[in-house]
């Protein structure tokens, strides 16, 4: 059976246990933090900015709202078609819009191994939302709340490496991860001082390593 976005640009197809192969490259989530805000120089303009900066916000917290709609939306389709059953939850966190799919039975189908089916259903979901919308999608996907379960252990795993490299002040490389993966433990690892971490080697085989700073 195959499922397509309007368009043809990504493809599901169900293969005879009932899993999604991946048919959409995963998308590199970027790590860098948010430039500063240049400080306004008198106070008319700082109210003014204020003003400006408390629209923008409002207008993209309403942008997100309409992706995870539209992903919604999407979602409920592909899961009638693939005959799964799920609850879908919608949320805004940060600058991203969250989905996610709960309550529904065999849902680990749509997780994969590793998360490489729940990977491909989320690239599928953001092309659909860039299709509607033409903004490119950074919205976040959940099934079974295997992620956030996954971003527990992560974090809990980058934690553990820092207090072992501060402890002996030698360089640990840990396992190769996705970029969902690496960003977790690069986060856990920022919390601890003394330590700092960075991202080595190629795709698929890409990987954290915590030094002392």
Do not use: C
Not at 3 to 13: F, I, L, N, S
Not at 73 to 96: A, K, N, P, S, T
């Amino acid at each position: 059976m195959t499922v397509e976005t309007d368009g043809g640009d990504a493809t599901v197809a169900l293969s005879a246990n009932g899993t999604i192969e991946q048919a959409a490259a995963e998308s590199t989530e970027p790590q860098e933090s948010d430039a500063a805000q240049e400080r306004p120089a008198d106070s008319d303009a700082a109210g003014e900015s204020d003003s400006a900066t408390a629209d923008d916000a409002g207008d993209a917290e309403e942008e997100l709202i309409e992706e995870g709609e539209i992903a919604g939306d999407y979602l409920e389709q592909l899961l009638d078609v693939l005959d799964f059953d799920g609850d879908i939850d919608l949320d805004v966190e940060g600058d991203r819009a969250i989905v996610s799919i709960d309550g529904g039975r065999d849902l680990s189908k749509l997780v994969g191994r590793r998360g490489e089916v729940l990977d491909a259903l989320q690239e599928l979901t953001r092309l659909a939302v860039q299709q509607a919308t033409g903004v490119r999608s950074r919205l976040m996907l959940d099934v079974a709340g295997w992620r956030a379960k996954r971003r527990e252990e992560l974090s809990a795993l980058g934690t553990a490496a820092a207090q072992r490299v501060l402890d002996s002040g030698k360089p640990e490389s840990l396992a190769a991860m996705t970029p969902f993966e690496r960003k977790i433990v690069h986060d856990a690892v920022a919390a601890v001082d003394g330590v700092e971490s960075e991202s080595e080697g190629v795709e698929p085989n890409r990987h954290v390593v915590v030094v002392p700073s």
